[in-house]
């Protein structure tokens, strides 16, 4: 099994940065991927980016260009990197990881974009 520990979030101004931060501990040799997604309020969660295995990335065409996916290897660490944030960038952001046993979710973290 993976444990998940996000980072705080935090309040930004549009046009801001943010860069959220999640390590995972525990069976880290079955991890297929690690991704990042969000929830705001009354809409249903939704994928923001993910990085597999052997590097490659995906990103939800709303955030392409504006946010990057990183993982360290070294510190176990799965990133966020958000630029150019919107109002609409406002959620509560979860970690995951998928493995072989299955998933993990991280505790979740508010991001609040002010405009």
């Known amino acids: 099994q993976v444990q998940l520990a996000g980072s705080v979030g935090g309040l930004v101004q549009a046009g801001g940065s943010l860069r959220l931060s999640c390590a995972y501990s525990g069976s880290i040799f079955t991890i297929n991927a690690l991704g990042w997604y969000r929830q705001a309020p009354g809409k249903q969660r939704e994928l923001v980016a993910t990085?597999?295995?052997?590097?490659?990335?995906n990103y939800a065409d709303s955030v392409k260009g504006r946010f990057t996916i990183s993982r360290d290897h070294a510190k176990n660490t799965v990133y966020l990197q958000m630029n150019s944030l919107k109002s609409e960038d406002t959620a509560v952001y979860y970690c995951?990881?998928?493995?072989?046993?299955?998933?993990?979710w991280g505790q979740g973290t508010q991001v609040t974009v002010s405009s």
């Open positions: 990085v597999f295995i052997g590097g490659t990335t």
């Open positions: 995951k990881a998928s493995t072989v046993m299955g998933v993990s």
